[in-house]
């Protein structure tokens, strides 16, 4: 059985940063696309980061120039640092990875930007 666990979130003040981390574990092979989404209280689910096997990155407007994702695939790993945090960050970050035609969804871990 395949699971994703997030890890990172918490409460930060506005302008400051947080590493998330979201590690697959079980049998999951072949990773394809990793990335983040968010889901802010009262809205719906929204794409914000996101990396190919390849490395390609790409972000959603609202996050370009802040965050930063990566991943290790040697640890089934991926990453998403968060800068110059601001309060319309805050939400419920959840990671999804893909492989052979299943995705895959951590639970979520919430990050909280308020002074």
């Known amino acids: 059985q395949v699971q994703l666990v997030e890890s990172g979130g918490g409460l930060v003040q506005p302008g400051g940063s947080l590493r998330l981390s979201c590690g697959a574990s079980?049998?999951?092979?072949?990773?394809?696309?990793m990335g983040w989404f968010r889901q802010a209280p009262g809205k719906e689910r929204e794409w914000v980061a996101g990396i190919a096997s390849g490395g390609s990155r790409s972000y959603a407007d609202s996050v370009k120039g802040r965050f930063a994702i990566s991943r290790d695939n040697a640890k089934n790993t991926v990453y998403l640092q968060m800068n110059n945090l601001r309060p319309e960050d805050t939400a419920v970050y959840y990671c999804?990875?893909?492989?052979?035609?299943?995705?895959?969804w951590g639970k979520g871990t919430l990050v909280t930007v308020s002074s």
């Open positions: 999804k990875m893909s492989s052979e035609g299943i995705d895959y």
């Open positions: 079980g049998s999951i092979f072949r990773i394809g696309a």
